[in-house]
């Protein structure tokens, strides 16, 4: 039998999703937690691997099993032994053509800044921080540049393993969510938002590192295609913090009935 698991997860604790040595990965707790209630080791694959310090709010993971039970059996007995930053939110038996990775049409990210003179502490490790104020025009602008089928090399870290640097942006909207604040320095939550077929290793963390240089004027909208042509990490911003990053999960096509979102995706500011 093949089930398939969405689970949320607070990143700032962990190396990232994959399995590491240390133990201290996404993967490695859920793994533990799935044999420990299942009495029997227990592997999974995942839809999109996440970096140290990034969330998921609906990563899909699959795996192979012969025990019988009911779905949210899997749920509540396997957060029993995850930890509080870590929960699974649903599960689902699926056919055995499913494949969490290779079934997923498009993924979907966010990233939640917060833009304000003094550092966030409440909301620390949870959203970016900038410190400047943003022109949200310059950015959108900038995004369009984006669009479509491209090779996203300029924005790829040097460690990626994807075979091929040629991806599909879909989607890339941002909005903006004024907080209070001086004139000078006006308080707002951004959110950016990006779907695509796939994103290359620290693809989003180093767009964002281009539209906050467009965004705070340093250089115009039309640079951002100037970066994409040059196909060289050289030439784009360097790469920016993890802590605002959320992976929001993959799109699937309707047969497999999966759910496409948690109540938790309509928690962010």
């Not at 957060?79 to 689902?92: F, G, S, T």
Request: glycine residues 8%.
């Amino acid at each position: 039998m093949r089930l398939a698991l969405g689970v949320s997860y607070n990143g700032q604790g962990y190396e990232g999703w994959q399995s590491q040595a240390s133990g201290r990965t996404i993967q490695d707790k859920l793994e533990s937690a799935l044999g420990t209630f299942a009495v029997q080791r227990i592997s999974t694959l995942c839809a999109g691997r996440t970096d140290a310090g990034v969330h998921g709010l609906m990563q899909v993971v699959h795996f192979d099993t012969d025990i019988d039970r009911l779905p949210m059996s899997w749920v509540r007995g396997t957060n029993r032994y995850l930890p509080p930053d870590i929960a699974v939110e649903w599960a689902q038996v699926v056919p055995p053509d499913f494949h969490c990775r290779a079934s997923a049409m498009a993924r979907r990210y966010a990233y939640v800044l917060r833009q304000s003179a003094v550092r966030p502490s409440v909301d620390a490790g949870r959203v970016g921080w900038f410190h400047r104020p943003l022109d949200l025009d310059a950015m959108q602008a900038a995004a369009q540049h984006l669009l479509g089928t491209h090779d996203f090399s300029s924005f790829r870290a040097s460690s990626c393993q994807a075979l091929s640097p040629v991806k599909t942006l879909t989607r890339a909207d941002i909005r903006r969510r004024d907080t209070g604040g001086d004139t000078q320095w006006p308080g707002a939550y951004w959110r950016f938002e990006f779907e695509g077929n796939a994103f290359l290793h620290h693809m989003i963390r180093n767009l964002m590192g281009c539209l906050l240089v467009v965004g705070q004027g340093q250089q115009p909208p039309s640079w951002m295609r100037e970066v994409l042509e040059a196909r060289s990490r050289k030439a784009a911003a360097p790469t920016f913090s993890p802590d605002g990053l959320y992976f929001l999960g993959p799109v699937y096509d309707a047969r497999w009935g999966l759910p496409q979102r948690t109540a938790a995706y309509d928690g962010l500011p």
